[in-house]
C-alpha cells in the first residue's frame, strides 16, 4: 500500500477507535465472532444469524425438509439457505424465486455492502454523494445520456409482474442485508463512516438502473462515439485532396471491411445479410453537412474529446465493469464428453474486491452457479445454469448511438429546425447532492453542496456539444432509450433456460450489444451479436453524423436473428478475442469508432484451438493463457511482410534483429519468462512486438511501430482528426490495433483485393517513390537506435522487456499486492454441461476487506478469509472448480433466510 493509502487507512483507524470508545468498545464474544482479528492460517466464521449448527444438521436445512431447527411449517416451505462453501462462495437454495431473490439480495447486500451501494449511485448518476465534486463530471453525463428517474419509473411499470416480484424481494433481501451490515460497526464499510455516508433504503427500481448500466456505451459496444471524429478527417482529406478523391481515401482509411482479415463466424456460414443493413457511402446531403461543420469541426471535436477524458479520469475511481474479454466455445464433435465446452473470460479490470461477485442460485426453476454484479438483481449475468453455459465479450461493432446536427434558430438557442418547422427543446433540470471531503481523500477539505445541471434535447436526443457560433448543436440518439429494462428479461430467460431454443428466445430481446457466446450439454454451440440496431435511412452514413432536420430519421430495427448469428460453424468452434479484434462476419460493417482488420488474435487463437482434439477442461485450461499472454498475436500479422523487408539489406544489424525475430517466430512468438528472472526470454519482443495489451506504451514503448506508422501516414494523416491513443506521433482514427490494421493495409497496397485509392507509403511532400520494404528498414534502423539508448548497450540480446506487475485497485482501502503478467479476467470459467464439470477463478478472492478490523488485519499481512486466497491460482492461469454438487456437504458457514421474500 502507498502512503497516501496508509494515511486513509490510519485516519479511518482512529475515527473507528473513537467511535468504539464512545460506544463502550467492542466485545470479543460469540455473539460478535466477526470481530475476532484472525491469525495467519485461522479462519473466522461470522454468524450474522443464529449459530450455525453441525454438519450433521445440514440437509434439515433445505428448504422444505421437516423438522428444520427453529422453523415452523411455513417457514420451513419459504425460506431461503445460504450455504458458504470454503471459497466463499454463497450457494442459495430456495424453494421459490421469490426466495431465491431475497436471498441473493442479502448476500449481495451483506457481501458487498461498499460495491452495492456504489455501483446504484452510479448508475442513477449520485457517485458525488460518496465521492464528493471530483465525480461530479460522471454524475452529468449519466443523467444527460443515461439515467432519468421517471423513465426508469415508466420502464419499471411496464416489466412483467413476474420480475417486479422478483426485484421487490431482491430489495426486502438488500435492505435486510444493509440494516445487518450498518448496525454492527464491526461489519459495516470503514469509507461509509470516513465519508459519514448511510445508505438510503433499497428500492425496485435501484436494481432496474444498475442493470441498465451494463448495456450502456461504457460497458457495451453502444458506439457512435467516432462520428463527429470521422467528419473532421473527411474535411482534412478533402482539403488535401480534392472533393471526390477524399472522400474515396476517407472510406478506405475507414473501411467497413477488410477481406484479409479474421470473422468470428467463418466465411460461408451463418445468416445472410439483411437488405436493410446495406448501407452505401455517404451521400450528397451528409457530405455538404460535414463540410458545412468544417469551420467548427474541431472545436467540436475538442470538446467532446475533453468532456470524454475527463469521464474517463472519474470513472477510473469508481467501482465500474466494462466487458472487454474473450470467450470459446467448442462443439460437441470436437469434445470428449460429447457435449459443448465454454471458456469465458470477462475483462473488467483488477480490483479488490472485484466488483463482480461469485454466486449459487437453485430453485425449481433453475440450478445457477456464476457471475452476478453487487445491486444487480437476483440472477446469473454470465455462467452456468441448468444445461447450458455462457459468456459475454463486449459489442464494439454495434452501432446504436448516432450524433444528429441540429440547425439553430438565429438569435434562439433552443430552437432548431425539424421538417421544416422550427421547435423548441424541452428543458429540464436534474440536481445533484454533493458529499463533504476531507483530507486526504482530498487535498483540503470541502464542506456539503449541491449543483444543478441544465439539459436541453430534441426529438433525437440531449445536446451533448454547441459551435461556439451557436449555428449547431449536436444531439444523440439512443436505440436504447425507455427500453433498457428488457435487459432483465433476457438474463431471467438465460438462466431458466431448458434448451437452446429457448436460450435464443431470450437473447432476442437484449438491448446491449455483445458477443454472445454459448456451448450446452447436448453439444451445441452458438455465437450471436445483441441489441437494438437501428435501420438508417437510404444516404445516410453510420460513419458520420446525421443531419437533424428529418431527412435521416431511423427506419426501425434490425429483427433480433437478422443481426450475424450462427448455431454449431463448421468446424464446431468459435473464438472471440475482445470487442476491438473481432469482427461478427464479413457482412457486418465496422463501427464508426472502431474499425477491426488484420491486426487480431483471433485468427492466430483459432489455429491454435483447432489442434485439439476431444477438448476438455484441462485442454482449455492448457491453452487459456496463450490466448491473450503468452504469446504475441499481432506481430505475426507482419511476420512475411518484415522477412521480405529486413532480408534484402546487407545492413548487419538489421540482419541481426531479422535472426531474432526469426528466433522468435520459431518459438511461436512466444512471451514467457522460462527462467524466472522477471523478463521475457525474446529479445525481439522489445524490437518487433507489436501487441500492446496490458503492455502500456510510456513502459513499453513500440519504437519500430510508432516509426513505421508516422513513415507510413503522417503526410497524409498527420493533422487529422483527434485521435484517443497515445501511441504514435500522428493523428490517425481509432485505437492501437486500428491503427496497425490500417498500417497493413497501407503496406499491402490494397483492401482486399481493390487496390488502394492513394498508396500511403509514397510520401505526398516529395517527388521520390518510396517502398513498404524501404520504410520498413527505416523504421527498424531509428528503433534500434533508440533501443541502444535505452538499454545501454548495442548488444540486442541484452535487450529484454520486464514482465509487467498487474495490481489489484483497491475499491476500499486496501488490496493485495501486485502479481506478475497480465489481467486475463475479472472472472474466468471453463464449462462442460454434459460432463458436469465447471472450474472458475475469482481474483483476488471472492469477499471484501471493508471494515476497520478487516483492514487493520490486511495491512498487518494477515488477509480476511477469501479477500486474497486466488490471488497466486490465478497469476498462474489456475482454477478452482465451481462447486455446483456438494456444496451442502461441508459448508464454511450456514445461513438460515425465514422470510420468502
Not at 446536427?405 to 423548441?424: C, N
Not at 469482427?583 to 485439439?612: C, E, F, M, T, Y
Request: charged residues 25%; proline residues 8%.
Amino acid at each position: 500500500m502507498g502512503q497516501g493509502g496508509l494515511r486513509r487507512a490510519a485516519l479511518a483507524l482512529s475515527l473507528f477507535a473513537v467511535a468504539c470508545a464512545a460506544s463502550g468498545g467492542i466485545a470479543l464474544g460469540r455473539e460478535n465472532a466477526g470481530a475476532v482479528v484472525p491469525r495467519a492460517g485461522e479462519r473466522v466464521v461470522v454468524d450474522p444469524l443464529p449459530p450455525t449448527p453441525g454438519p450433521s444438521e445440514l440437509s434439515e436445512l433445505l428448504p422444505g425438509a421437516p423438522g428444520a431447527p427453529g422453523q415452523s411449517a411455513q417457514e420451513r416451505s419459504s425460506g431461503a439457505t445460504i450455504f458458504r462453501d470454503r471459497l466463499g462462495v454463497s450457494h442459495i437454495v430456495a424453494p421459490s424465486e421469490r426466495a431465491a431473490a431475497y436471498a441473493v439480495g442479502y448476500a449481495s447486500a451483506t457481501e458487498r455492502p461498499f460495491l452495492t451501494a456504489g455501483i446504484r449511485l452510479l448508475a442513477q448518476g449520485r457517485s458525488a454523494e460518496l465521492l464528493g465534486p471530483s465525480a461530479l463530471p460522471a454524475d452529468e453525463a449519466m443523467r444527460r445520456d443515461f439515467y432519468e428517474a421517471a423513465d426508469v419509473e415508466r420502464q419499471f411499470a411496464r416489466l412483467p409482474q413476474h420480475i417486479r416480484e422478483l426485484l421487490e424481494a431482491y430489495a426486502r433481501g438488500v435492505q435486510k442485508g444493509f440494516d445487518v451490515v450498518m448496525s454492527d460497526p464491526t461489519r459495516r464499510p470503514l469509507l461509509f463512516d470516513l465519508l459519514g455516508y448511510r445508505p438510503e433504503p433499497w428500492r425496485a427500481q435501484d436494481s432496474l438502473a444498475v442493470a441498465m448500466l451494463f448495456s450502456y456505451v461504457v460497458f457495451a459496444g453502444e458506439g457512435g462515439a467516432g462520428q463527429l471524429r470521422n467528419a473532421a478527417l473527411l474535411d482534412r482529406l478533402e482539403q488535401r485532396f480534392g472533393a471526390r478523391r477524399g472522400l474515396a481515401i476517407w472510406s478506405q482509411v475507414l473501411w467497413r471491411d477488410d477481406p484479409r482479415g479474421p470473422t468470428v463466424i467463418p466465411a460461408g456460414q451463418g445468416n445472410d445479410e439483411p437488405r436493410a443493413l446495406r448501407e452505401e457511402r455517404p451521400g450528397a446531403q451528409q457530405v455538404r453537412l460535414a463540410r458545412e461543420l468544417a469551420p467548427v469541426i474541431d472545436k467540436l471535436v475538442d470538446e467532446r474529446l475533453r468532456e470524454a477524458q475527463g469521464l474517463d479520469a472519474v470513472l477510473k475511481r469508481l467501482p465500474l465493469p466494462k466487458i472487454g474479454s474473450y470467450a470459446v466455445a467448442i462443439g460437441g464433435t470436437r469434445t470428449a464428453s460429447g457435449g459443448g465446452l465454454l471458456l469465458g473470460s470477462p475483462q473488467a479490470g483488477l480490483t479488490a474486491p472485484p466488483v463482480f461477485w461469485q454466486v449459487g442460485i437453485r430453485t425449481p426453476q433453475r440450478d445457477c452457479l456464476g457471475m452476478s454484479i453487487p445491486g444487480f438483481g437476483p440472477w446469473i449475468g454470465i455462467g452456468w445454469c441448468n444445461g447450458h453455459a455462457w459468456s459475454l465479450v463486449a459489442g464494439n461493432l454495434g452501432e446504436q448511438v448516432d450524433n444528429y446536427v441540429e440547425r439553430l434558430k438565429p438569435g434562439d438557442r433552443r430552437a432548431y429546425l425539424y421538417r421544416g418547422q422550427w421547435r423548441q427543446m424541452t428543458v429540464r433540470q436534474e440536481r445533484f447532492r454533493i458529499g463533504a471531503c476531507v483530507p486526504p481523500l482530498c487535498e483540503r477539505p470541502m464542506p456539503p453542496g449541491e449543483s444543478t445541471l441544465t439539459i436541453e434535447e430534441t426529438v433525437h436526443g440531449p445536446v451533448v456539444a454547441r459551435d461556439p457560433d451557436g449555428r449547431f448543436a449536436v444531439t444523440q440518439r439512443r436505440a436504447q432509450r425507455g427500453m433498457w429494462a428488457r435487459t432483465l428479461l433476457t438474463v431471467d430467460g438465460w438462466n431458466k433456460a431448458r434448451s437452446l431454443a429457448e436460450f435464443e428466445r431470450a437473447t432476442d430481446v437484449a438491448t446491449g450489444t455483445y458477443n454472445l457466446v454459448y456451448a450446452d450439454a447436448r453439444g451445441h454451440i452458438l455465437y450471436r451479436l445483441t441489441g437494438l440496431q437501428p435501420v438508417r435511412s437510404r444516404g445516410f452514413d453510420r460513419r458520420l453524423p446525421a443531419p437533424g432536420d428529418g431527412s435521416a430519421e431511423w427506419r426501425g430495427f434490425l429483427r433480433p436473428r437478422e443481426l450475424p448469428r450462427v448455431v454449431d460453424p463448421r468446424p464446431q468452434l468459435i473464438v472471440v478475442n475482445q470487442g476491438t479484434e473481432s469482427k461478427p462476419s464479413r457482412w457486418w460493417p465496422n463501427s464508426s469508432a472502431v474499425a477491426v482488420g488484420q491486426a487480431s488474435r483471433v485468427a492466430q487463437n483459432r489455429v491454435d484451438l483447432l489442434r485439439i482434439r476431444r477438448a476438455d477442461g484441462d485442454d482449455l485450461e492448457a491453452a487459456n493463457p496463450r490466448l491473450l499472454e503468452r504469446r504475441d498475436g499481432i506481430t505475426p500479422v507482419f511476420a512475411a511482410i518484415l522477412e521480405r523487408a529486413l532480408r534484402r539489406s546487407r545492413d548487419p544489424e538489421l540482419a541481426e534483429a531479422l535472426a531474432l525475430l526469426r528466433e522468435w517466430q520459431r518459438s511461436g512468438f512466444a512471451r514467457v519468462d522460462r527462467d524466472g528472472d522477471g523478463f521475457y526470454d525474446a529479445p525481439a519482443i522489445a524490437i518487433f512486438g507489436a501487441d500492446d495489451f496490458n503492455l502500456p506504451s510510456a513502459q513499453y514503448p513500440r519504437y519500430f511501430w510508432e516509426e513505421l506508422l508516422r513513415l507510413v501516414f503522417a503526410d497524409e494523416l498527420g493533422d487529422g482528426a483527434k485521435g484517443s491513443s497515445d501511441r504514435g506521433s500522428f493523428a490517425a482514427p481509432g485505437g492501437w490495433l486500428q491503427r496497425l490494421s490500417l498500417l497493413k493495409i497501407a503496406l499491402d497496397g490494397r483492401l482486399g483485393r481493390q487496390r488502394l485509392v492513394h498508396q500511403f507509403v509514397d510520401d505526398i511532400s516529395t517527388p521520390r517513390r518510396e517502398t513498404a520494404g524501404e520504410l520498413i528498414r527505416r523504421a527498424a534502423k531509428s528503433a534500434i537506435e533508440r533501443l541502444a539508448a535505452e538499454f545501454g548497450t548495442r548488444d540486442m540480446r541484452r535487450w529484454l522487456r520486464k514482465v509487467p506487475q498487474t495490481s489489484f485497485t483497491a475499491l476500499g482501502v486496501v488490496a493485495p499486492p501486485p502479481i506478475p503478467g497480465f489481467d486475463h479476467g475479472t472472472y474466468s470459467q471453463i464449462v462442460d454441461p454434459r460432463a458436469g464439470e465447471g472450474r472458475y477463478i475469482l481474483p483476488p478472492g471472492n469477499a471484501a476487506a471493508d471494515s476497520a478490523i478487516d483492514i487493520a488485519a490486511a495491512q498487518a499481512g494477515r488477509y480476511p478469509p477469501h479477500f486474497a486466497d486466488q490471488r497466486e491460482r490465478y497469476a498462474a492461469y489456475g482454477f478452482f472448480p465451481m462447486n455446483r454438487f456438494g456444496f451442502e456437504r461441508d459448508p464454511e458457514q450456514v445461513i438460515r433466510l425465514p422470510e420468502a421474500g
